[in-house]
């Protein structure tokens, strides 16, 4: 079994995005991003991130379907 980071740092989680880092921060100051603090440090859950994701997925409309 493959041990799978769970913790994600803001330039590992701006890759996994693919976002800017300074996206990561703002998102973070503004409470748009699910973190925890860790000695001063950011990061970022990726279970809670996964989450965040599927929580803004945008569905396709019908129209779309033909």
Do not use: C
């Not at 860790?38 to 129209?63: C, P, S, T, Y």
């Amino acid at each position: 079994m493959r041990n799978e980071k769970r913790l994600f740092s803001v330039p590992e989680l701006s890759e996994y995005l693919s976002l800017k880092e300074r996206t990561i921060y703002n998102w973070a100051s503004q409470r748009k991003i699910p973190f925890v603090k860790i000695g001063g440090a950011l990061r970022f859950d990726k279970q809670d991130i996964d989450k965040m994701i599927e929580g803004n997925k945008v569905e396709r409309h019908k129209i779309w379907d033909s």
